[in-house]
């Protein structure tokens, strides 16, 4: 099955600093997912990427698909950023197909 | 719009004995899934639901877990017996059609602890 790997693992961060997480992965994928998981355990959707660029507010992700990787991008970074940040993809074309998700990366925001 | 309900938010048992957790997914999503996340990875698929069907259950370790989805809304997943390592966070998602360009929107998970 498809590989998903993100680094870095963990990164801690004073408030206000950028950061970059990266996501790389193992196929051509349909579906890429980024999510936060915040310290409750909630999941919670930031980006649907596949490819291109998004953003919003602070927080942007680029996709590029034909290198297999993706970026999520944390500007002026704020204590409720800390989590667990999950990069999650899908292959396949119709039909159905399933989420792989990476290990993550645990970042820690202190004031 | 709600969200995903989960129930309960928690649960402690011993080894060999079962639990049921229970999901309600968004109202009019078609497709449902069952992740299990143990702790330090991410979230890894048991069972996804399309309507009432079962669409894919390959990561079902189906000689102790059963899951079902009456009537194409709720679904329960049981473990029977349980073992230590089924220690975890049991989370439920729901898409619209469960087309592989979808958005899955999680619930807030139920965590177990198997002593």
């Known amino acids: 099955g498809i590989q998903v790997e993100q680094s870095p693992p963990d990164l801690i961060l004073q408030e206000g600093a950028n950061s970059t997480l990266r996501c790389n992965f193992s196929?051509?994928?349909?579906?890429l997912q980024w999510f936060h998981q915040n310290p409750w355990g909630q999941l919670i959707n930031l980006f649907y990427i596949p490819s291109g660029t998004k953003q919003n507010g602070r927080l942007s992700a680029t996709t590029v698909a034909t290198e297999r990787y993706s970026l999520l991008y944390i500007s002026s970074s704020q204590t409720t950023d800390s989590g667990v940040y999950f990069c999650?993809?899908?292959?396949?074309?119709?039909?159905?197909?399933?989420?792989?998700f990476g290990k993550g990366t645990m970042l820690l925001v202190s004031p | 719009e709600a969200g995903v309900a989960q129930s309960p938010r928690y649960k402690i048992i011993e080894k060999r004995q079962s639990v049921a957790f229970w999901c309600n997914p968004i109202?009019?999503?078609?497709?449902l899934y069952w992740y299990q996340q143990i702790l330090g990875q991410g979230p890894k698929l048991l069972i996804q639901f399309q309507n009432n069907g079962v669409v894919d259950d390959s990561q079902l370790p189906k000689d102790r877990f059963s899951a079902e989805r009456l009537k194409g809304v709720d679904s329960t997943l049981k473990i029977q017996p349980a073992k230590l390592e089924d220690s975890a966070v049991y989370l439920c998602?729901?898409?619209?059609?469960?087309?592989?360009?979808?958005?899955?929107?999680f619930g807030p998970g139920t965590r177990l602890l198997v002593l």
């Open positions: 196929d051509s994928v349909n579906n």
């Open positions: 109202s009019g999503h078609a497709t």
């Open positions: 998602a729901s898409s619209l059609a469960g087309g592989p360009r979808e958005t899955q929107y």
């Open positions: 999650a993809v899908a292959v396949g074309g119709s039909g159905y197909s399933t989420l792989t």
